[in-house]
């Protein structure tokens, strides 16, 4: 970690968490509605691109683009080995919004497994 809290760039690990987050719960939300890929290869490809003409999903193809941007910047400030372990969050804060908005359930398993995904998280980063 930098000698000092570094305040612009963890905002910059943030806004990349934002929008990485956001992005998945969209498309998730979005091509929940819309059923299985159909068979074969055209078939898949034409019905993924009539989804991404869908806005919902291009907000969410726009928002990994901003998150892309935003750990852009997050690399200007910290070593690699610091900032990537906080992208580990994004399975935590996945996790909590699935369950209080798209109605997923969340078994014991899971909930330990990100438990320990959140205390590798601060050991790393201590």
């Known amino acids: 970690m930098p ?16 929008f990485t987050v956001y992005g998945q719960l969209v498309l998730k ?8 890929l159909p068979p074969g290869t055209g078939g898949k490809l034409w019905f993924l691109l009539q989804q991404f003409l869908n806005p919902w999903i291009m907000t969410g193809f726009a928002s990994a683009f901003l998150a892309s941007l935003a750990w852009m910047a997050a690399m200007t400030r910290f070593d690699l080995n610091y900032a990537y372990p906080f992208m580990s969050l994004a399975f935590v804060i996945v996790m909590v919004f699935s369950v209080l908005f798209l109605g997923e359930q969340v078994t014991l398993q899971r ?6 995904v959140v205390g590798g998280l601060i050991v790393m980063t201590r």
Do not use: K, N
């Open 29 to 36: 939300w979005q091509m929940g509605d819309v059923g299985p």
């Open 111 to 116: 909930l330990l497994g990100t438990l320990m």
């Open 3 to 18: 000698a000092r809290f570094d305040f612009a760039g963890h905002t910059y690990i943030a806004l990349t968490l934002l």
